[in-house]
Structure formats: structure tokens, C-alpha cells
């Protein structure tokens, strides 16, 4: 079994930027692919970045190339996502979840986190 917890969200101006951090616990959790979700209200959960267990492979939607960077530490057991450039758009709950396969879509992830709020601001 596989915990995660996210942390780092928060109320933000449009153009700022934030990191978003999920701290992973369990067996193999390192070795296990890393996503960033997101979910607005009324809208469907959407996939927004991931990362491999080596850290070697990331993936981006491609509304967020650019903009946001997902990165690893293993020795942590921690999973980053760097915002910049941020808009009201990007408001949304966050999640971190995993999976032991490398895949993107959302139903693929086996444990997932509670999530975070990001609040873009205009």
C-alpha cells in the first residue's frame, strides 16, 4: 500500500507561482510512476504531469508544457510540481497519485492522495 499527501497549495495572483510537494510512503513507493491531477468544480479529472521511478522520463499535457515542471526525490520519497506562469484556469484541487505502471490516464493510478487547493487569482 501506498500513502500519499499533498502540500503546497494556496491562494495565488495570476503570473505567480507555486510548488506543489506529495510525500509518499510505503513499499516500493519510489519505484512507482508519479502523476499530478487536477479537478476544477463541474469539471472532469484531468491529467497534468508524470514522472517515472528513475526520474528519468516526464510526461506533460500539453496545456502545461512550459509552464510546469514535475520532479522526483527518491532519497525524500517526494513528488514536485513547480507552477509558473500561473492563471485563474489553473484553479483547481491538485492530486498526487501513483501507479506501477508508466501511464497517464487516470483510472491507470492505484492510490491516489486527498488533494490540494490552488486558487489563481485575477
Known amino acids: 500500500q501506498v500513502q500519499l499527501v499533498e502540500s503546497g497549495g494556496g491562494l495565488v495572483q495570476a503570473g505567480g507561482s507555486l510548488r506543489l510537494s506529495c510525500a509518499a510512503s510505503g513499499r516500493s513507493a519510489s519505484t512507482y510512476t508519479m502523476g499530478w491531477f487536477r479537478q476544477a468544480p463541474g469539471k472532469e479529472r484531468e491529467f497534468v504531469a508524470a514522472i517515472i521511478g528513475s526520474g528519468s522520463g516526464t510526461f506533460y499535457a500539453d496545456s502545461m508544457k512550459g509552464r510546469f515542471t514535475i520532479s522526483r526525490d527518491n532519497a525524500k520519497i517526494t513528488v514536485y510540481l513547480q507552477m509558473n506562469s500561473l492563471k485563474p484556469e489553473d484553479t483547481a484541487v491538485y492530486y498526487c497519485?501513483?501507479?506501477?505502471?508508466?501511464?497517464?490516464?487516470?483510472?491507470?493510478?492505484?492510490?491516489w492522495g486527498r488533494g490540494t487547493q490552488v486558487t489563481v487569482s485575477s
Open positions: 497519485a501513483a501507479s506501477r505502471r508508466v501511464v497517464t490516464s487516470a483510472p491507470d493510478y492505484e492510490h
